[in-house]
């Protein structure tokens, strides 16, 4: 029997990604100052095994080392982020010409490898000054954005066309300031309700400047979006998922295409919104160029409002294929998430800017790392991905999570995302099979 082969459009981008703070290492040299991170992961019990980001992947001084592996890996992109306090170490005013010009070498080696620059501007390390005076929860860190994207986009606009405002802003807003499990570690609802509206004011008001800098830009934001299915098909757990889904995913897509924030999320919220100001929903409205997705898994809702015996029986039941994060491998999710991005929210350009899965990984006795269940989770949700576009969905690229094993953030290094493995002993880089899989795709651009 012949093997289908899902061909994917003339042009498609192909690439993956990383983040600042989780590869570079280097926290305290050449000037940079000290972001959220670095004070979050420095504090005892935030951080699994009691890791930092302190070396890292030592990216830093790597990252000749690193652009080449991209080379050989075949990837026509590369998405990463630029450290906000390896730039401005106090968040605004004085620069560290060292660290701009740490990322204007890359951008050139990049482009001289003819691989195209993704960056985005805030992947989660915010400089720690700046937290000081009240994080994200101060309408003033807006302007302190802004003035960063001015700066990296006039330092790097004349090269770098493709910008991402805000990585994750619910992961941001409601992990570092509800739950307390990212930097800055807080437990206070108001607090990540604030953040949020401040991160997604921060994107709007950076956009036209973006844009000024960099005529030919363009510009998105990444949302983490999952999904939300009731366990049952009762009210109860209906209800739940309806709530979840304004939570994850409605209280950032609605504002962003000009419908404000959802209605029932504001009447559960009530006074604790009083922060948004006028004029406030059409700057966040700005039109993007693009939305990016970072898609891992679905979300299975079921209510805790009653007890689970007086719950309908589970009818959508999670299947026992698990990551190392303890997600649930559902690829036909990111299906229904681009969609819904499309015919639910009409963004113009999709990108998945985040895909991939932790698993055990090991380096056998021949030296090699093979990692098939990484690769069949890629593998099926770029069938998915295939699918999507026959359905009309304008998906313009698909950026793997990660490139190399990392930091992940709260865990440590316990869990392995990348392509290629690290041994953070030696530092020493190795091909997953997966990444070798991953060349083929590229090479092919098809999956078979």
Request: glycine share 8%; with cysteine; hydrophobic share 35%.
């Amino acid at each position: 029997m012949d093997k289908k082969l899902f061909q994917f459009p003339k042009g498609f981008v192909w690439g993956a990604a990383t983040a600042s703070y989780q590869i570079e290492g280097a926290w305290n040299e050449d000037g940079k100052g000290e972001s959220i991170w670095d004070r979050f992961s420095h504090t005892p019990g935030c951080v699994q095994d009691g890791d930092t980001g302190d070396i890292a992947c030592d990216h830093y001084h790597h990252w000749e080392e690193d652009l080449d592996a991209i080379k050989k890996l075949g990837l026509n992109a590369y998405r990463f982020s630029v450290a906000w306090p390896r730039v401005l170490p106090s968040g605004r005013g004085s620069i560290n010409e060292a660290g701009l010009d740490f990322y204007s070498k890359m951008v050139d080696r990049l482009l001289k490898l003819e691989i195209e620059p993704y960056i985005t501007l805030y992947h989660w390390d915010l400089p720690q000054k700046l937290q000081d005076e009240g994080g994200w929860t101060s309408r003033a860190v807006v302007d302190a954005f802004v003035e960063y994207a001015d700066l990296i986009s006039r330092t790097l606009g004349d090269r770098v066309k493709n910008w991402i405002t805000l990585n994750e802003p619910w992961v941001s807003a409601f992990i570092g300031y509800e739950h307390g499990r990212h930097a800055p570690g807080h437990t206070d609802l108001h607090e990540a309700l604030a953040a949020s509206h401040h991160l997604l004011l921060s994107h709007g008001r950076a956009v036209p400047v973006i844009r000024q800098n960099c005529p030919d830009a363009n510009v998105g934001i990444t949302l983490n979006l999952s999904p939300q299915f009731p366990a049952s098909q009762s009210v109860a757990d209906r209800a739940a998922a309806t709530w979840g889904d304004g939570y994850v995913n409605r209280f950032f897509l609605d504002p962003l295409v000009g419908r404000g924030y959802p209605q029932d999320m504001v009447n559960d919220y009530g006074d604790e919104m009083a922060f948004v100001q006028t004029g406030d929903l059409n700057t966040i409205s700005v039109p993007v160029d693009f939305v990016g997705v970072n898609y891992y898994t679905r979300t299975i809702a079921r209510s805790e409002k009653i007890s689970e015996a007086e719950n309908a029986p589970r009818t959508v039941i999670r299947g026992d294929e698990i990551t190392e994060m303890d997600w649930e491998v559902y690829p036909e999710g990111l299906y229904k998430t681009l969609g819904r991005l499309y015919f639910d929210y009409d963004f113009p350009a999709i990108y998945i800017t985040e895909n991939g899965a932790a698993f055990v990984d090991q380096v056998g006795a021949d030296g090699e790392v093979d990692d098939p269940a990484r690769l069949s989770y890629i593998k099926r949700h770029l069938e998915q991905t295939h699918r999507a576009i026959e359905s009309g969905v304008p998906v313009k690229g698909y950026f793997a999570w990660s490139l190399m094993d990392n930091f992940e953030w709260g865990f440590g290094y316990s869990k392995r995302f990348g392509l290629i493995h690290v041994d953070y002993e030696t530092q020493k880089r190795t091909f997953k099979s997966s990444a070798k899989w991953y060349q083929q795709v590229i090479d092919q651009n098809a999956v078979d």
